[in-house]
């Protein structure tokens, strides 16, 4: 298969390049230097000279508190990009997939959110990444949509990334504990994307790791326990106190419905899939 990845020097992205060619795949990757996906003109013309069999965009502006003060630029990449790639796409005739995020949702729920909840986004950020699902789908029917979060892996920059080596060196780590979501391990994520991409069927789906919703704290504590006695203490505080510009939903734990209904088994546990990142 040849894959064009938009977003590869990002966490998924880089996840995606490597389980991608280890696959055997021809494999065109573009960081956001390379390929500005806001960029209508470029992103129709490279991918008509690369002729992919599958598109899969992990480009986004993930600076959810940023958004609030920079609107134009968060629905530019999150909501005009993943639109101008869904229309080369289409004119290629080839697979299209995008990602997007929990945050589309308000949190007000109780349980886990499934592709049946109607999104209701809190902040400029999400409503961009709604945005770009929309846009995407109005732009070619045949795109899959895929809903993910509280992502890790190697080489994140983010919390759930980087607690494992500041647990490690003993740090003193404030995590969050009254708001709940689902884990997704970035390698994990990356093999259903290219799965999602053979399969080739249009929807939206979400792919989190199987198991109980948790909190930056809970998810800190068994990031301790797989590491064992490193000296680092948690602080447990409230998403309130951190004054934060963009409001997060409390809780944004979700399922799939439509993953099975075309053969595809549920992800792993999150907590294997911790000490599986733990090992590595």
């Known amino acids: ?7 590869a020097a990002g966490l998924v992205g880089r996840a995606l390049c490597k389980h991608c060619e ?42 959810v508190d ?22 080369a796409c289409r004119d290629a005739e080839c697979t299209f997939i ?41 732009a070619y029917e045949r795109s899959i949509i895929v809903r993910t979060g509280y992502v890790f892996g190697p080489g994140g920059t983010n919390y759930l990334s980087t607690v494992v080596d ?15 979501g689902t884990p997704t391990y970035g390698k994990d994520l990356a093999e259903r994307l290219r799965q999602l991409a053979e399969l080739n069927v249009p929807g939206i789906y979400h792919v989190v790791n199987s198991g109980p919703g948790v909190t930056f704290e809970q998810f800190t504590r068994k990031v301790l326990d797989l590491l064992g006695d490193t000296g680092a203490v948690v602080e447990a505080v409230s998403s309130d106190s951190l004054k934060r510009p963009a409001n997060r939903p409390r809780n944004s734990r979700m399922r799939c419905l ?14 294997t899939a911790l000490k599986d990142f733990v090992n590595s």
């Not at 000279?49 to 986004?60: G, T």
């Not at 500041?166 to 709940?180: H, M, P, Q, S, V």
């Not at 439509?258 to 907590?271: H, M, N, T, V, Y």
């Open 22 to 63: 280890q696959c055997g795949d021809d494999v065109f990757a573009y960081a956001h230097k390379e390929l500005d996906i806001t960029n209508r003109d470029l992103v129709r013309q490279m991918i008509a000279e690369v002729r992919p069999d599958a598109v899969i965009n992990c480009a986004a502006w993930t600076n």
């Open 66 to 87: 940023g958004g609030e003060s920079d609107p134009e630029r968060a629905f530019a990449a999150n909501a005009s990009g993943p639109e101008n790639l869904a229309l």
């Open 1 to 7: 298969m040849r894959v064009f990845i938009t977003g």
């Open 98 to 138: 995008t990602i997007s995020t929990d945050y589309v949702f308000d949190g007000v729920k109780q349980g886990f959110y499934t592709e049946l909840d109607e999104p209701h986004p809190l902040s400029v950020y999400a409503a961009s990444k709604l945005e770009g699902e929309r846009l995407s789908a109005r």
């Open 166 to 180: 500041r647990a490690r060196k003993g740090e003193r780590l404030t995590a969050i504990d009254d708001t709940y």
């Open 258 to 271: 439509q993953s099975e209904k075309i053969g595809l088994a549920p992800l792993r546990d999150w907590e």
